[in-house]
């Protein structure tokens, strides 16, 4: 079946990075777009941002773009997410979600499990 | 970037009860609106994609509308897997796919 399979959970000091995977499975990943979205507890979705993984085009938010690094593996059908110069706030579940249409739908269907980041000292 | 709003914030309602939930966003994003639900310690589940077009899968109570700044959801008769919550999504420009608010819907 198609899925994402997101990397475990991880703790953080301040002012470190963080790398979370995110492995497809069961569909084209080349033919996809992976967007990364985090949620921090009781908050609202909050986009970061996303590849269109044939291309390697990225997008990221503004409030991200200094910081994060999207990238992606395609032999081993993986996507990565890396945020840098960590804060508490950055505190949260972040998922990776896909679509398959080279990102011309946007239709994410496809959810990771999520991967909890803690920034703590 | 552009915004999207959502209203209500939050609604009760009753099992068989038909449901409307509104989005909105600051500038035309033709249909480039999508639909999730979301349950308490879960990734997001897409309902809606494009406006109006109802993901594989998906009940056919659900339903959405709209185009340019104004969309709606629809949940024509409200079961009780149905309490969540909902959150719109703009794709229709970078460098941001904004997500509303969100809308609670629980038990009355």
């Known amino acids: 079946q198609m899925q994402l399979v997101q990397s475990g959970p991880e703790v953080k000091k301040p002012g470190t990075s963080v790398k979370v995977s995110c492995k497809a499975s069961?569909?084209?990943?080349?033919?996809?777009?992976v967007q990364w979205v985090r949620q921090a507890r009781g908050q609202r979705l909050e986009w970061i941002g996303w590849?269109?993984?044939?291309?390697?085009?990225?997008n990221y938010a503004q409030k991200f773009q200094e910081r994060v690094t999207i990238t992606r593996d395609m032999s081993t059908s993986t996507a990565y997410m890396e945020l840098s110069s960590l804060r508490s706030e950055d505190t949260a579940v972040y998922y990776c979600?896909?679509?398959?249409?080279?990102?011309?739908?946007?239709?994410?269907?496809?959810w990771g499990q999520g991967t909890m980041v803690t920034v703590s000292s | 970037d552009i915004q999207m709003t959502q209203s209500p914030s939050s609604l009760s309602a009753s099992v068989g009860d038909r449901v409307t939930i509104t989005c909105r966003a600051s500038?035309?994003?033709?249909?480039?609106l999508n639909w999730y639900q979301q349950k308490p310690g879960k990734a997001p589940k897409l309902l809606i994609y494009?406006?109006?077009s109802l993901q594989s899968g998906v009940p056919s109570r659900f339903s959405g509308s709209g185009s340019g700044t104004d969309f709606t959801l629809t949940i024509s008769s409200l079961q009780p897997e149905d309490f969540a919550t909902y959150y719109c999504?703009?794709?229709?420009?970078?460098?941001?796919?904004?997500f509303g608010p969100g809308t609670k819907v629980d038990i009355k």
């Open positions: 979600a896909a679509e398959r249409s080279d990102g011309g739908v946007r239709a994410f269907d496809i």
């Open positions: 069961g569909f084209t990943f080349t033919s996809s777009a």
């Open positions: 590849i269109v993984v044939g291309s390697g085009n990225t």
């Open positions: 500038q035309s994003i033709s249909s480039y």
């Open positions: 494009a406006a109006s």
């Open positions: 999504q703009q794709s229709y420009s970078t460098p941001g796919f904004t």
